[in-house]
């Protein structure tokens, strides 16, 4: 059974910078999607970042556009989200996620999910 486990969240200021990854284990034999979304508290969970298998097909949410870059590592089976200019409003929990096929922006499309990384930036 495949796993999703996020890491790197943390505390940075705001302007500052942080590095998830998301390494998926498991049987991880066919191609897939993977997807970063986040939860901030009261709100609902919302799509930051998808990138499919061969990395030529990525989709940004517009509010991390420019500040956030998603990336994946086919060999360690691990996909990254550099955040950079974090902002106060960026504080959420960061949740993995990941699909056979392409790579959609509806959450629902998504059936295997990490536990989420907090990210919290103060301002």
């Known amino acids: 059974q495949v796993q999703l486990v996020e890491s790197g969240g943390g505390l940075v200021q705001a302007g500052g910078s942080l590095r998830l990854s998301c390494a998926a284990s498991?049987?991880?034999?066919?191609?897939?999607?993977l997807g970063w979304f986040r939860q901030a508290p009261g709100k609902e969970r919302e799509l930051v970042a998808t990138?499919?298998?061969?990395?030529?097909?990525?989709y940004y949410a517009e509010f991390v556009k420019g500040r956030f870059t998603i990336s994946r590592n086919n060999a360690k089976n691990t996909v990254y989200l550099e955040m950079n200019s974090l902002r106060p409003e960026d504080t959420a929990v960061y949740y993995c996620?990941?699909?056979?096929?392409?790579?959609?922006?509806?959450?629902?499309?998504?059936?295997?999910w990490g536990q989420g990384t907090q990210v919290t930036v103060s301002s």
């Open positions: 990138i499919n298998w061969s990395r030529n097909s990525i």
């Open positions: 498991g049987c991880t034999s066919i191609n897939y999607a």
């Open positions: 996620a990941a699909r056979p096929g392409q790579a959609l922006v509806q959450e629902e499309n998504y059936n295997l």
